[in-house]
């Protein structure tokens, strides 16, 4: 749901084409002196120093144009590529070194954490394990102990727990989807009840609140540090989490399979606002704050829209929050070939929404599961099915609604 339609999103002067003419992967992004940095997949990295508007390639020294990830602390700009280790910069990547130590593996993530002696650590994530460098990266040793599964995709810390999930998930064998270390690294445990069997795609903290997205079930929290997790499904229908992102008390999250999809919760998941109103790429893969604005990696395009809209938005919208069930009638309808079934709940309910023909029998079954209270859209898009009249019918809890729509051919 785009619930205010003069707040838009744009694009930026960064347009980019992949080798075979389709859109490229804006896959990371980072934030140093309000320059704004963008790692892709298949032309290095580029910086901005005015909010998006112009663009520069800053990949002299980068032998590896693939970057997964991007991380920034007080002096050095850092790359971590497809299967050729990380880079460093100390010049706003004018200039890039390669670092030894995570030659040849694929680097996911960056990650420091505070240690005893007033510096800090710095942990990779790679397709090989954790691993960390007490020195801003010019050592590197590997810290696995526990972990089954190398494939780790993104870390997060909560104080001194340090936080893991993988990627790549085997239905043949039984992964852990989420690890613990509360000793730098030095073990790991699984910390798993509640997630599905599928792979973590983002973490992210606010407070003691630890949030994991998945691929295909949505987004979970746990707030005993990783002893059970619980689903905070947002509310929208596509389950596909990509990026997670803290702004202060608030957290974004965008989805990175069909539609682009950037969702916002100022309550810890109890509430989700859809905020991509005019994001018109496929797709979203990072997301990063610079200065007043939010910005959008896709494929296809980087976006950007000012976090003050945003944030208005939600507000008025939970100022506004349903007191009741409602069923709104489908539009367009008459329809062909897609339409848009609108609803509300007033409290967390288990919502099923299916159409059937005039006979009575289920044609096809739109939701079917656990949603937060709010306003909710369902897309249908029926193939294969004959014009004529047919039935959508909603039930959440006690309420139960039936709507007449026509499809046209």
């Known amino acids: 749901m785009h619930p205010q339609s003069f707040a838009q999103w744009i694009q930026t002067g960064l347009q980019l084409k992949a080798p075979d003419g389709t859109g490229e992967y804006f896959q990371s992004l980072a934030v140093k ?14 910086v901005s120093t005015d909010n998006g508007s112009v663009w520069t390639p800053v990949d002299s020294g980068l032998t590896n144009l693939c ?11 850092f790359a971590g590529t497809q299967a050729g280790g990380v880079f460093r910069s100390t010049n706003n990547g004018k200039l890039w070194t390669p670092i030894n130590g995570l030659m040849g593996y694929s680097v996911s993530c960056f990650i420091a954490v505070p240690n005893e002696g007033g510096g800090s650590n710095l942990f990779a994530g790679t397709y090989g394990g954790v691993f960390l460098s007490s020195d801003e990266g010019t050592n590197w040793v590997a810290v696995n102990s526990g972990i089954k599964n190398l494939d780790v995709f993104c870390l997060v810390n909560v104080g001194a727990n340090l936080f893991a999930g993988v990627d790549l998930y085997n239905p043949h064998v039984n992964y852990d989807k989420v690890y613990l270390s509360t000793n730098s690294g030095t073990s790991w445990t699984s910390v798993n009840s509640g997630l599905p069997d599928t792979y973590i795609t983002s973490l992210a903290a606010i407070g003691n609140n630890i949030f994991a997205g998945t691929f295909d079930f949505g987004i979970y929290l746990s707030t005993n540090n990783g002893t059970s997790w619980t689903s905070v499904q947002p509310g929208s229908t596509n389950p596909y989490i ?13 989805t990175n399979v069909g ?26 893969y990072s997301l990063v704050v610079c200065d007043t604005y939010l910005f959008a990696g896709t494929c296809g395009g980087l976006w950007r829209r000012p976090l003050s809209e ?13 007191t009741h069930y409602s069923l709104q009638q489908n539009y367009p309808n008459p329809f062909n070939p897609s339409t848009t079934i609108s609803f509300t709940l007033p409290s967390k309910s288990h919502v099923t929404l299916k159409v059937f023909d005039i006979m009575g029998r289920e044609i096809a079954i739109l939701v079917n599961g656990e949603m937060f209270a709010g306003n909710h859209t369902q897309k249908w898009n ?3 099915i004959s014009s004529g009249i047919y039935f959508y019918r909603l039930e959440a809890g006690s309420y139960t609604e039936t709507k007449k729509l026509v499809l046209l051919r």
């Open 259 to 284: 539609t682009s999809d950037v969702l916002l919760t100022s309550d810890s998941g109890a509430h989700w606002t859809d905020v991509a109103e005019g994001l018109l790429s496929s797709g979203v």
């Open 310 to 322: 945003m944030v208005t938005s939600v507000k008025e919208e939970n100022s506004n929050f349903p």
């Open 382 to 384: 029926p193939s294969n």
């Open 242 to 254: 990509g990026p997670l992102l803290v702004n202060n008390t608030k957290l974004f999250a965008g």
């Open 33 to 46: 002196n309000n320059n704004i940095f963008v790692g892709t997949y298949y032309h290095g990295v580029f």
């Open 67 to 77: 970057i997964y990830s991007l991380f920034v602390n007080d002096k050095y700009l």
